[in-house]
């Protein structure tokens, strides 16, 4: 892949007010935004005087009454989808997603997808789980409320080539439910398998937790990996940190030593980067989102964060203006490289500080 911001900082600034200005129109629209004097017009200081950066704990109250049919409290459109995420990483959560970001999420695939070099189509491996487990009534509408894997499927589903072969998987998956028991994901497998057979997948995507269990179902029923079955170009894989390092092995055994592992950073608000084919590294999606980071006591820009820096990443959705997620990242290239090192928690804070400490005692002998 290449970077299409490397070495050019100046273009990321670029496409950062782009940015920014498009995330300031929609804000204007709400009535959280205006309670926090949003504009359609401000610029960067504006912004960041007129909204603080907030967790999910403190736009709780203003999703409730999103649930409660009021969307205007913080969307500029009605909901599309309700995301709820599974609560393994902390409390569990939900999060709309109106359809002016069903649409924003889409080009944010698009302007990932042309540094895969590859092409977008089905059929495809993507183990998910339901993108509706329950309906939420507004207005007189039922908004399909389910889990993120699920609603990305359906979002890819609209790309041309793939709906064909997503949307009947699809339906089945949400027929089978949420359930999480080796019987549910039994189900899940044997209806994509369904879905699949005489064709030949040449992609898979999905949560590493996902395409690990499907593989290993795989050679349990049917004595073959997906490699042994498909010619598989590339895995892209998302929902966990350190994929470079625990999951990409693994991967690659089972779905083939020519397979391309590539990593996702996303969460239910979003997807947020993509790594370079062969590294390690994550390249923001500066044309989709605002980027800020937590350094210390300093917030600033992503892109102008140093190599060896770690900080708390703070990101502006069309959802969510300055969302702290929750999330370490450290640079590796000024502004342009990144990997997720896990939650902002002590702990974590504690293992790379004796990370750190360790490659200094092996540098000093």
Not at 150 to 159: H, L
Not at 223 to 251: N, S, T
Request: positive net charge; contains cysteine; charged residues 25%.
């Amino acid at each position: 892949m290449t970077n299409p911001y490397c070495g050019r900082l100046r273009e990321v600034e670029e496409a950062q007010e782009r940015v920014l200005e498009a995330l300031v129109r929609i804000y204007a629209r709400t009535r959280f935004g205006l309670e926090n004097g949003a504009e359609p017009d401000m610029d960067l200081d504006g912004f960041r005087r007129a909204f603080k950066p907030r967790s999910y704990a403190e736009l709780k109250h203003h999703i409730a009454e999103v649930l409660k049919g009021n969307f205007e409290a913080l969307l500029a459109g009605e909901p599309e989808f309700f995301g709820i995420t599974s609560g393994t990483t902390g409390p569990p959560k939900v999060v709309p997603i109106p359809g002016y970001d069903v649409e924003h999420r889409l080009r944010a695939m698009r302007e990932c997808w042309p540094h895969l070099q590859a092409p977008l189509r089905g059929p495809c491996i993507a183990p998910c789980l339901p993108s509706s487990v329950k309906c939420i009534h507004i207005r007189g509408r039922e908004i399909p409320c389910g889990y993120i894997s699920g609603i990305n499927a359906e979002i890819m589903a609209r790309f041309r080539g793939l709906g064909e072969f997503l949307k009947p998987y699809l339906e089945e998956v949400n027929r089978i439910g949420p359930g999480i028991s080796k019987e549910d994901w039994d189900k899940r497998f044997k209806a994509l398998m369904k879905v699949l057979e005489g064709l030949n997948a040449r992609m898979a995507l999905g949560a590493a937790p996902a395409l690990w269990m499907f593989a290993r179902w795989l050679k349990r029923t049917e004595g073959a990996w997906p490699k042994d079955l498909w010619d598989i170009e590339f895995v892209l894989v998302a929902g966990v940190p350190g994929i470079w390092d625990y999951d990409r092995p693994d991967l690659t055994k089972m779905y083939g030593k020519e397979a391309l592992v590539v990593e996702a950073y996303g969460a239910t608000e979003g997807l947020f980067a993509i790594s370079r084919p062969g590294e390690p590294y994550l390249v923001p999606l500066y044309g989709s989102y605002l980027f800020e980071v937590r350094v210390g006591g300093q917030i600033k820009m992503l892109y102008e964060m140093k190599a060896g820096e770690v900080g708390s990443i703070i990101i502006s959705t069309p959802v969510f203006p300055r969302y702290e997620i929750g999330d370490l990242v450290a640079c590796y290239r000024d502004g342009l490289y990144f990997r997720v090192l896990g939650r902002d928690k002590q702990a974590t804070r504690v293992r790379i500080g004796f990370s750190r400490l360790l490659e200094r005692l092996v540098a000093f002998f």
